[in-house]
Nanobody, 114 residues
Framework: QVQLVESGGGLVQPGGSLRLSCAASRSISSFSVMGWYRQVPGKLRESVSITRGGSTNYADSVKGRFTISRDNAKNTVYLQMNSLKPEDTAVYYC?????????WGQGTQVAVSS
């Protein structure tokens, strides 16, 4: 069994910052890919940021504002979100994959509003 637990979401004003955490129940080094996704009601879940080994990728909409990082000792992946915009409002999900398996967390709500 693998569990992913997201935390750190909340309400923030435009221009503010949040740091999301994804705590895994086993070593995150065992996953080939980890990432953050977000979903707005009525819309498809979209990729926000992905990390593979030492490489990272970001959606164009968040480049320069979001940063994904890892703390292997804590089995935790982070998403630092700066300069938040109302368009960033969504439920954010942590994802981990190691072929052929994939796992999702329950999500954490981020609301950006004045």
């Amino acid at each position: 069994q693998v569990q992913l637990v997201e935390s750190g979401g909340g309400l923030v004003q435009p221009g503010g910052s949040l740091r999301l955490s994804c705590a895994a129940s086993r070593s995150i080094s065992s996953f080939s890919v980890m990432g953050w996704y977000r979903q707005v009601p009525g819309k498809l879940r979209e990729s926000v940021s992905i990390t593979r080994g030492g490489s990272t990728n970001y959606a164009d909409s968040v480049k320069g504002r979001f940063t994904i990082s890892r703390d292997n000792a804590k089995n935790t992946v982070y998403l630092q979100m700066n300069s938040l915009k109302p368009e960033d409002t969504a439920v954010y999900y942590c994802n981990a994959r190691t072929f052929p398996y994939g796992y999702w967390g329950q999500g954490t709500q981020v609301a950006v509003s004045s």
